[in-house]
């Protein structure tokens, strides 16, 4: 066992001739938090969608439970993306199936509980996530908020190790902000391993056990976030989170 | 007008009953090719995708009827298909002619396809691969209903389209509903009777048609497509 669950070594990745990652580095402990800020164009969401490689095609390494993910066989890439849910911006929940049927679908497809443990373990996270009366809806009726956590309820139904958040708050109302975090914030507090790339300078403050500032590609700035908000001398941090401090 | 009919009409229910099968096979050949074709035009080798292409443009881009005739000769040339009788008309005319139909429905059907699949967003295949899925499970279980949904109304136009387009089987001799009003019509010596009969037929067989793809549209969508408030 290693002591790290992911290994970010010298990652780059282009995009025909745009450099959007440029050498990262970084670590992820068991139940560590790591909070990516940045402004937007920064590579953020790249990096993280290149942990699970729904970006592919990049130089580096990234190893996940001492296995190297950016080697990794087609089957070996799916035992790897069960146990490292993701998050997204725009939910992505199944339109044409019901809030249970979202969550039960992978378990059952990928045979890793029979039809009753998965409509059990679902009741389990809906209500953990505070929807349970919405289980037989259609994801069309609910909510960005609610989406947004069943989507979280439907990533963890895989059980993961990690979890990677791709600005899951930046698709919300104002008003349905705080349920989500409010449930990430709950995750965290039990112990689940997340990445976390958002804008909420306040959320990353009080979650983060590590926060990386990213900037044109490279990690500009990184530390706790004490250090980040509060001690940094960086330059380009302290500008960007004047800027963002500024409009929340 | 219409007393005809007293005498013939064993004729045309035979020739209803043919349209209805070689459709029928037509639209089920034409499912498979277009499903076959789609994942070719959408594969990351180049040469698949040519083929795809290539396909679809020479179906497209040449007659139905001349298709028709040179699979039936084609396939007449190659294999000894039996002349058992079917309904009226040889399985030797009748295999080779609903293969033609197919294969000639699954270059539009694989168009109509690939535009349903066009129309589902990158994050639902995002979404199922990063829950460990495999490409397959996720093209089949969750972007292949959802495109399905969104083409049935095209769908259903291809596949009334096929239902009238078989009428060119009748210039290989298969005995479907135009030939036999064709015929009837040489008998009297006045061809505008058995010609009315037969556009009324084909329309009662394109209008159940339609009539199946709403019911289809409602059964695999409206649930979820409907929002309340």
Redesign the interface.
Known sequence: MTKHIIEVQHLKKHFGKNEVLKDISFTVKPSEKVVIIGPSGSGKSTLLRCL?R?EDDYDGRVIFYDQNICQAK?TDL?????????V?Q?F??????TVLENIT??PI??KVMTADQATQKAHELLKQVGLDDKAAA????LSGGQQQRV?IA??LA?NPKVLLFDEPTSALDPEMVGDVLGVMQRLATNGMTMIIVTHEMMFAKKVADKVLFMDKGVVADEGTADYIFNQTSNPRTKEFLSKVMLSS | MFAFLHHYYPVFVQGTAQTILISFIGILIGIGLGLCFVSLRRSKYRLFQYIARLYIAIVRGTPSMIQVMLIYYGLSKMIDIPQIQFLGSGLDRLIPGSIALGINSGAYTAEIFRSGLISIPRGQTEAGLSLGLSNRTTLYGIVMPQAVRNVLPALGNEFITLIKESSVLFYIGVQEVTAQALGVGGTLYNFIPPLLVAAVIYFVLTQLMSLLVSLMEKRLGNAYLKVPE
């Open positions: 699970n729904l087609t799916r035992l790897i993306r069960q146990r490292m849910g993701m997204f725009q992505n929940l199944f339109p044409n199936k679908f992978a497809k990928l259609y994801p069309q009726s989507a439907r990533s895989m």
